[in-house]
């Protein structure tokens, strides 16, 4: 069974067992991690098996300098910002346009079909509206993409940003504003709705 | 208070802001319009970005399928090989070798060193004999070839530095 979840204490727990040397311990941190790495990493190179790699990179990294980690903190946050240094270290070291896998809509829709979606058209439309939307972040410069990945998709917070970024916390916003304006305007371009955009 | 600004209200919904600004931002907020719709669309967008950015179905089978919690400890940066060692070991090793061969072989190793010397010596006087042979054999074979350009190179001079009081001036009395 997946876990999906752990507890602050559960955490903890961990974390104190795998800094013991104890592997199995952290094999369960990083079960507990995998789609959120995985994903944040992968939003960024744009390539599965280059984030499959990075992924594992940054799960190494992080027991490897576990000892550092402070426990007053998230973990989550923290395992993601050594992700994305990772994936950003991996994008400078590659420069390369990678292939997007921007596929898998039609298994996204059968899946919400089974699951009892209402609208097949409307989950069509919402599916491509989402294809679009990865499609223009994709084409942000690289610092926006950065700030938009580790805002919307790994959730991480202004200041973790910044730290991550090596920027100011101000800085991120500007720097988020700029991207949901390029977004905006890519979007029109593409003739896609922007209700929600600035 | 005045309505904030796009930046300060982006802030202020991702409790970035200091708290007093933050309590100031929100009660302004609870009272304008403009600023509630601002703050709607913010969220709107918020949710989408979320929602667009989430790993679809076939992504989260392929990081299913991935066991990282068992393959994490096989990184390349731990399995990979260090090249630097590598190097420095071949160094090490080369040079300890040295030390055990040379009192053993050390005659043997110095006629080699001499041979070896004495052939490279030989094959550059070789080929200096032959490519000048070859150089001469063109010049027979095709003189034109060999001769004219060297030939024209040396008319060129001449002209250029002949004593212009010896060629023949044109008279310019009637």
Known sequence: ?198 | MDCPDELTLDLWLADALPSDEAAAVAAHVRTCATCAAAEGAAQALDVELHAALALDAEERAFVSGLELASTWRTSPSMAGPSWGWIALAAVVAGFVAWLVAAPTFGSAVAVAVQVGLVTLLLNAALELVFSLGQTLLDLIRNPALGLSQPLLALLALALLFWPRQLIPQRSTHA
């Open chain 1, 1 to 198: 069974m997946a876990i999906t979840e752990l507890s602050l204490d559960s955490t903890q727990h961990l974390v104190q067992r795998s800094r013991a040397g104890d592997e199995s311990a952290f094999a369960a941190l990083v079960e507990a991690h995998q789609s959120a790495v995985f994903g944040t990493v992968l939003r960024l190179v744009y390539d599965r098996e280059v984030a499959a790699e990075v992924s594992n990179r940054a799960f190494f990294k992080a027991y490897e300098h576990l000892a550092s980690f402070d426990e007053s903190r998230p973990l989550r946050a923290w395992l993601l910002r050594i992700a994305a240094n990772e994936a950003l270290n991996e994008l400078r070291s590659r420069r390369r346009d990678s292939a997007h896998t921007l596929g898998g809509a039609e298994a996204e829709i059968e899946l919400e079909q089974i699951s009892g979606a209402p609208d097949p058209g409307e989950v069509v439309s919402r599916r491509e509206r989402s294809d679009e939307i990865r499609d223009a972040v994709s084409r942000l410069p690289e610092p926006q993409r950065v700030a938009v990945v580790l805002r919307y998709f790994a959730d991480l917070a202004y200041g973790d940003i910044a730290e991550l970024t090596q920027q100011s916390v101000n800085n991120v916003g500007v720097t988020l504003l700029r991207a949901r304006e390029r977004l905006r305007r890519d979007l029109e371009r593409q003739g896609v709705a922007t209700d929600g955009l600035p």
